[in-house]
């Protein structure tokens, strides 16, 4: 993948540190709360310290009625709440049975927002001790609709609009935002939403939802979060045409006018919030993406989850995968449904890999790799028509210009969906890959739900209960002759949220291949002969937090040895300090 860049970048590394855009910036813990354990008092300090009516109106310090009854004393808090005292586990359970009350997927996710905007513990609690529950919700697939109506749940600012009338001012805006140590910033310009296409302004649900597991999952402070939303416009008729659209009402620029904004926007970023924030691009449109994440590569600590956190958690499964189908990687033929920026980074990963293990040149494993795209197989005769993300993987062969014939013509003992496009993994497509494998890979996955490629049910079906299954949204386990099958979810949560906590907790100025590659085989590392067992190629949910730490930890130990960590010196055991640095939400107490 850094291959990739470098040629856009006329031949620069990661790892050459330039300088252009550097500039000064950062903030420091002025309280000390980001250190104190969680038996240490603290103060709940707002703009003064918080008591009485405001303190229950601050989501970070509201506990509603698990304030003890000294505490309602020392903050003005008597007459305020009912006389109940309730624990966290008690609000907790109450909340659960409230929520698992509605029928429809999107009240839930309401509920949960409104939950976070009152009591921010409280959510957090919530999500990580049901996360298997609540993950569908918060994220894949209900966090595709609430962006489709975001613009009618909206009720109370969650993160910044960063719109073209604030050219020339950016910088001021990003001081309106309350809080100073920021840490991680994922920003979307709406315009490929999942695969739901240009949602405009209304694509903050995803920068809003990616943040939420961050720190549910990764364990980042929930106030050193910023989601972040560039409206630039949209290309969406019926978004134009709707007295309702909560964004600007124009087409949306393109070269120079767009990408200015964009240098605008990562130079104040530096400046605000100093080298070590991290910036997550997040649903760019491919044209745009690749752009991005070349030109601020050697300048910022950025990282396109599209590109880079997709590639690292299809790549993890992969290397799972080799337990059941046997072989090294570079004994694979992978063929990818999709050439995006999500099927090329995932391509390029699992071509980096194969070469660090098998010492190969990556040019020369590409050709383990095919794409098909909208146009057919990929191949050398199409190579002048082609984008430039594309070229590396037109390969000789003659043109095929569907995926049937693609797979009869390449053989391949992997397919992989990243189309975006549902239903393209038929009946005769999966018969297919079972006739040439005992045991056909198979990874349907495009989101939401309804774009993915196949369903679980039907790559058990179709290929006589021989596949091995995992998609990008989630799907119930299938029950097929009699044993039950347990599919698995390449969802970009295994990696990013301890990822982007590995960067922050070692203090990385840059990301760099290498690191994906560490948080691959962290995650494949975490899947056990008993998940085996079920025909899974990724651990349950459940452990997240675990997994998170060990990801995080072989990021920090990789940005050490690459030498773009600047926490010193290097903890000793970094999964234990990676635990030890994870935000907890259990309530504090307050002096």
């Known amino acids: 993948m850094e291959s990739t860049m470098k040629d856009l970048r006329g031949g620069e590394s990661v790892l050459d540190m330039s300088p252009r855009a550097t500039v000064g910036g950062g903030v420091e813990d002025v309280y000390g709360e980001d250190r104190a354990t969680e038996e240490q008092l603290v103060t709940p300090w707002v703009t003064s310290v918080a008591s009485g009516y405001n303190l229950l109106r601050d989501p970070r310090y509201n506990k509603g009625l698990a304030f003890s009854e000294k505490e309602r004393d020392a903050h003005y808090l008597c007459g305020l709440l009912p006389p109940a005292l309730m624990t966290q586990e008690l609000q907790e359970k109450k909340l659960m049975h409230s929520i698992r009350q509605y029928q429809v997927p999107l009240q839930k996710y309401i509920a949960l927002?409104?939950?976070?905007?009152?009591?921010?513990?409280?959510?957090?609690k919530l999500l990580i001790d049901n996360v298997e529950e609540l993950l569908p919700i918060v994220y894949t697939p209900t966090v595709g609709e609430a962006c489709q109506k975001y613009g009618s749940i909206f009720r109370r600012p969650q993160g910044l609009f960063i719109s073209l009338k604030e050219k020339g001012k950016i910088l001021e805006v990003l001081k309106n935002w309350p809080e100073r140590a920021i840490q991680v910033i994922v920003v979307t310009d709406g315009e490929r939403i999942l695969g739901l296409g240009d949602l405009g302004c209304q694509g903050m649900g995803i920068p809003v939802g990616k943040l939420a597991l961050y720190t549910a999952l990764g364990g980042v402070?929930?106030?050193?979060?910023?989601?972040?939303?560039i409206d630039v416009g949209?290309?969406?008729?019926k978004l134009l045409n709707d007295e309702f659209y909560i964004g600007l009402k124009q087409k949306r620029p393109t070269g120079k006018e767009y990408y200015d904004f964009l240098h605008e926007f990562m130079t104040a970023v530096k400046q605000n919030y100093g080298e070590k924030v991290l910036v997550q691009f997040e649903d760019f449109a491919n044209?745009?993406?690749?752009?991005?994440?070349?030109?601020?590569?050697?300048?910022?600590?950025?990282?396109?989850?599209?590109?880079q956190g997709t590639a690292s958690v299809v790549l993890a499964g992969l290397v799972a995968s080799l337990k059941l189908l046997g072989g090294t990687l570079a004994e694979h033929t992978f063929l990818f449904l999709g050439a995006g920026e999500a099927g090329t980074g995932?391509?390029?990963?699992?071509?980096?890999?194969?070469?660090?293990?098998?010492?190969?040149?990556?040019?020369?494993?590409?050709?383990?790799?095919?794409?098909v795209d909208s146009k057919g197989l990929i191949v050398s005769s199409r190579k002048e028509s082609l984008q430039h993300f594309k070229k590396p993987w037109a390969h000789e062969c003659e043109p095929v210009n569907n995926l049937l014939d693609a797979i009869k013509a390449v053989k391949p003992t992997a397919l992989i969906g990243t189309s975006g496009v549902g239903k393209q993994f038929t009946k005769e497509v999966i018969e297919a890959m079972a006739a040439l494998n005992e045991k056909p890979l198979i990874m349907a996955l495009s989101n939401p739900t309804s774009q993915s490629e196949c369903t679980a049910e039907e790559a058990y079906k179709w290929s006589e209960g021989r596949a091995i299954f995992a998609s990008g949204s989630p799907f119930d386990p299938v029950e097929f002759n009699g044993k039950v099958y347990v599919p698995g979810q390449a969802n970009n949560c295994y990696i990013f949220p301890g990822f982007?906590?590995?960067?922050?907790?070692?203090?990385?100025?840059?990301?760099?291949?290498?690191?994906?590659?560490?948080?691959?085989?962290?995650?494949?590392?975490?899947?056990?002969?008993?998940?085996?067992?079920?025909?899974?190629?990724?651990p349950p949910f459940a452990n997240i937090r675990k997994i998170s730490a060990h990801i995080a930890a072989g990021v920090a130990a990789k940005a050490y040895e690459l030498g773009v960590a600047t926490r010193l010196p290097r903890p000793a055991d970094l999964v234990k300090f990676a635990e030890s640095c994870m935000y907890t939400p259990n309530y504090r107490s307050y002096r």
């Not at 927002?113 to 957090?124: A, C, G, K, P, T």
Request: aromatic share 8%; proline share 2%; glycine share 4%.
């Open 346 to 371: 995932i391509a390029e990963l699992i071509a980096l890999e194969m070469s660090k293990k098998a010492n190969v040149s990556v040019e020369e494993l590409r050709k383990k790799i095919w794409l």
């Open 287 to 307: 044209h745009n993406a690749f752009e991005l994440l070349a030109k601020y590569g050697t300048t910022h600590l950025v990282f396109n989850d599209d590109i």
């Open 221 to 229: 402070r929930p106030s050193a979060c910023l989601p972040i939303t």
């Open 500 to 538: 982007g906590f590995g960067l922050v907790m070692c203090g990385a100025i840059r990301v760099h291949d290498d690191m994906l590659l560490a948080a691959s085989e962290a995650l494949a590392k975490q899947v056990t002969d008993e998940h085996y067992a079920r025909g899974m190629i990724y």
């Open 113 to 124: 927002m409104e939950l976070e905007e009152r009591n921010e513990r409280l959510f957090y």
């Open 234 to 237: 949209t290309n969406n008729e």
